[in-house]
Every structure is written in C-alpha cells, then in structure tokens.
C-alpha cells in the first residue's frame, strides 16, 4: 500500500537516483489524475470536519449572508435592523397578551336529550342529584333537559327528539317571547358546557333552575291567527 505523497516522493526519488539525469516530467492530464488520486486516500482526510459540522457551518454562513443583506437594505444598518425585530417581537408578544392563546372552535351542537326517553321530573330529580355532590356541569345539562321537556309535556313545544337547545330556545322563544333572551342564553350555557370544554359554576346552575321554575309559572302568549283583528 502506497503512503500519503507517493507520487511526490516518487519523482524525488527518481530525480536523485538519476544524478546528472534530466529530471523526470510528466504530462499535464497524467499528473494531475495521480495527484487526485493521491490526496483522495483517507490519511489525507482524517481530521476534515463531519458531514454535519459542515452542513451546520454552511447554514451558518447563509444566516450570516441573510443577516448582512438585511441590514443593507434596513434604515440605520444592523442596529436598524435590529430595532426592527424587537419592535416585531413586541408587537407579537403584545398581541398574544391582548387575544390569548387560540381556542379551538366549539363542536357542533348535538342532541339535546339522549335514547332514552324521561319526563321533566325525572331530569329534575337528576340535576338535583348532581348539584347537590357539587356536579355542576352535569346539573346545568340535566336542568336544560328538565326544562325543555317541561315545555313539551305542557304542548308549549312539539316532541322532537333530534333537538338541540338552541333549536328549542328558538321555537320556545315564539310562545314565551319575554323570556326569549334567557333562553338562548340558557341554550349557549348547555352548548358550551356539553360540548365547548367549559366549566359550569352554581351560578350557571341557579341561573337556569330559576329560569326554569319560572317558565313553570308562566301563561304562554296567545298565538295570532291569521286574518284576525289586531
């Protein structure tokens, strides 16, 4: 096996053995391809950087590029540009204070009540149950289900099991009308909690149970019949 600068020391070698001899020369094209060869060879490579030291230096240097581009181009030069970058940072920082980090969008409404069919009783009976061990959330779904099957036991609302509660605020809205503004409020309160990730607190709960034991005492609005003298 040939060492590091074989062909070098070659030539010196023939150069010396041949005395007063005219020293040895090679072609162009040969001797350049000996050389490459030559410095090819691992020994000649050991101490080069890795592969990601030298991806690494040349990001670097892209960076460095970039950077002096910019504050070329930047009022003020480098110190402009960085003025600049603070003042993006805080304006970004000053933003995420103001608006808070982004929320997922509620899910879509589902059904109000489940498979199984209770009467308004039963679901009042439940969401005492829950307020009661300091269920909350449950409760606040429980009172909703309690007072929308109230309002179809009393034929204030047709059955429709498929109904979600803003669809029954609605409807519900049409013979209750002064309470028309609790109720959506009612209906956005069970969303959120059922289905937006929110925390109902008693408030909420208290809220709704007087809405609902209201609406108990309440006369329904007569319903105008067409034609009729107003």
Known sequence: MSTPGGV??????LTRAGGDAPPVTLPRGPAREAAERELSKPAYHEHDPSWFVRALNAFWEWVGKLFSAASDAAPGGALGLVVILVAVVAVAVALWWRLGTPRRS??????????????????RAAADAHAAQGHWNQAVQ???????????ERALLDPH????????A???ARPLPLHADRLHAAARAFDAIAYGGRTATPDTYQRLASLDTELARTTPAPTATPGAPR
Not at 8 to 13: E, H, K
Not at 142 to 152: D, H, I, K, Q, Y
Not at 161 to 168: C, F, L, V
């Open 106 to 123: 509620p899910a879509p409404a589902a059904p109000l009540f489940d498979d199984r069919p209770r009467s308004a009783a039963e679901h």
């Open 170 to 172: 609605t409807e519900a």
């Open 161 to 168: 099991p498929g109904r979600t509660a803003d669809e029954a």
């Open 8 to 13: 070098l020391t070659a030539a010196a070698r």
């Open 142 to 152: 429980e009172r909703m289900r309690a007072l929308v099957r109230s309002l179809e």
